[in-house]
């Protein structure tokens, strides 16, 4: 809710049996923004949350993005984990955020890097990854995508499979033209727009990339929001 004014005695009175938790964050009227940079727990709870999907216990904080719908983001990860290919190879998670992806598929054995523009929630990543045991697994890096990946390519790096989830307005070019010099056979893209997703695939079939399949996950039932993973193969990078 968005209040000017709120009495937090009452709020306490109201929710002194449940397990909900409260923050404060401050707005300037008719601001777009949904949160401020004064992220509070109203009644002393942390502001590092623990959250299961799965098998593992994510550490994630409420201003961090996160799949709100526990349940169907659970089934999504064991889909996701069970496309990837190539166990032997690394895997590259593009929009990590919190790691829910990464640490799953380190689960599962899978050498795997994540790169987020959210300095946050890559300490949200790495504690999980602790949690999980994953540590020496996963590599957690912050800073743009499409630079993060020219450095890579410029060290040599490859990576039999890249994973992309990346906010409404889908991929930079930039990330793009850089996905086969990865040299990614395959291309997991998680999607919450089916305009820009329509529009990336358009430009991955046109680098060589042949969509294989689709899978819809109605992450918000009732809405028009709908989750998408699509996966691309590309049959002429080894």
Do not use: W
Not at 61 to 69: A, I, K, S
Not at 120 to 148: H, Y
Not at 164 to 190: F, M, S, T
């Amino acid at each position: 809710s968005v209040l000017k004014t709120f009495n937090k005695k009452e709020l306490e009175r109201r929710f002194e049996q449940s397990t909900y938790f409260f923050y404060t964050t401050t707005i300037k009227e008719n601001d777009s923004q949904a949160l401020g940079k004064d992220l509070m727990p109203l009644f002393f709870e942390p502001i590092f949350l623990q959250q299961p999907i799965n098998d593992v216990d994510y550490i994630v904080r409420p201003d961090l993005f996160f799949q709100t719908n526990h349940e169907v983001a659970g089934k999504l990860v064991s889909y996701v984990t069970a496309q990837v290919k190539k166990k032997k190879k690394s895997v590259l998670d593009i929009y990590c955020g919190s790691g829910l992806l990464s640490i799953a598929l380190a689960k599962q054995g899978f050498q795997v890097y994540g790169i987020e523009v959210q300095y946050p929630a890559i300490k949200c990543a790495k504690q999980s990854s602790i949690v999980a045991g994953t540590e020496n697994l996963t590599t957690f890096q912050t800073g743009k995508a499409d630079a993060i990946m020219q450095k890579l390519h410029e060290n040599k790096r490859t990576f039999a499979t890249i994973i992309v989830d990346p906010p409404r307005a889908g991929l930079h070019k930039n990330v793009i033209e850089l996905l086969p010099k990865l040299g990614a056979n395959q291309i997991i893209y998680i999607s919450c727009n089916p305009s820009t997703l329509a529009r990336d695939a358009k430009d991955l079939i046109a680098l060589g990339y042949a969509l294989k399949k689709t899978t819809p996950f109605e992450m918000f039932p009732m809405t028009y929001h709908m989750e998408t993973v699509c996966t691309f193969e590309n049959e002429n990078i080894s």
